[in-house]
């Protein structure tokens, strides 16, 4: 999933802006339908308004302050939402122009629009008209590449993403995930929340936090290479089917972890992350 075409030429000025450069990380929130991943992510972003929510939000130990949050952080959602008249470069100019920091000069925010088209593979699509979703325009993979390209413009350290492949068929979806991945490797950190991906899509995340019905974590931690550590610690647990060979190992977790397989093997996932090595570490 990792494209050769990230060179240091490309991602130059983006390093320069966002500070020095540290290894990003791209997480998947996921779970069965209901299971909450959408509202949690909502609450983390800062975006939820209504309900009750408990309990705090810490980022690297301290408390999180909303109103510098915001502007650290960017949220693509799953609809993707332009002007149906403007181009796809004027669209980044625009975002550009209102997010970023007034003592950016012109040149600078330029340059740095440039550069995000080329890590988003948008060039060639520059003076194109963004149109109508279905009509005319761009289509529904290029307005995904283009709705993550309008929050990136704005120079972000975390992005949370609804449902960056929704829609799209494998091919559309690998292209979008190339470009989140290139987001990836200029130091950002990258929240999306996914339904049942593919395999290629899904071990192209570092991290993985599973929830299961009712918003618990069932498994929060490390994917692993070809997904190793997750399938390690779920086939660990007594009465879980090992994974077959070939099998989408994102596909397996839901089945081995669903509400039908907690009935029958009278467990209860959430306890069991609870007491596992894997949470205990984190505490």
């Not at 450069?21 to 339908?33: C, E, Q, R, Y």
């Not at 130990?61 to 796809?88: L, M, R």
């Not at 593979?121 to 109508?132: N, Q, Y």
């Amino acid at each position: 999933m990792k494209e050769q075409g990230v060179t240091d030429k490309r991602l130059h000025l983006l390093r320069d802006i966002t500070g020095a450069f540290k290894p990003g990380v791209l997480t998947t929130l996921m779970g069965v339908s209901g299971a909450g991943k959408t509202t949690l992510m909502d609450v983390l972003a800062g975006r939820k308004t209504g309900g009750h929510i408990e309990g705090d939000i810490r980022i690297s130990g301290f408390p999180k302050v909303q109103e510098t949050f915001a502007q650290i952080s960017g949220y693509c959602e799953q609809n993707d939402i332009h002007s149906p008249q403007v181009t796809v470069h004027e669209s980044l100019l625009f975002s550009a122009w209102l997010r970023l920091a007034p003592e950016i000069d012109s040149t600078t925010k330029k340059h740095f629009v440039s550069e995000v088209m080329q890590l988003l593979e948008l060039d060639d699509l520059k003076d194109v008209v963004v149109g109508i979703p279905g009509v005319s325009g761009l289509s529904t993979e290029q307005r995904k590449r283009l709705t993550i390209a309008v929050e990136l413009v704005a120079n972000p350290s975390i992005i949370f993403m609804d449902e960056p492949t929704s829609g799209l068929d494998a091919r559309a979806a690998a292209i979008v995930m190339r470009a989140v991945r290139n987001i990836v490797d200029t130091g950002r950190t990258v929240v999306c929340t996914i339904h049942q991906p593919s395999v290629d899509i899904f071990e192209a995340f570092d991290e993985l936090l599973l929830m299961k019905q009712g918003g618990q974590i069932i498994y929060a931690g490390p994917l692993g290479h070809h997904s190793k550590n997750v399938i390690e610690y779920f086939e660990a647990i007594p009465g879980v089917p090992k994974i077959e060979d070939k099998h989408n190992p994102a596909t397996w977790i839901l089945e081995v972890t669903s509400m039908a397989a907690e009935q029958r093997l009278s467990i209860d996932f959430a306890q069991i992350y609870k007491e596992s090595t894997l949470f205990l570490q984190k505490q």
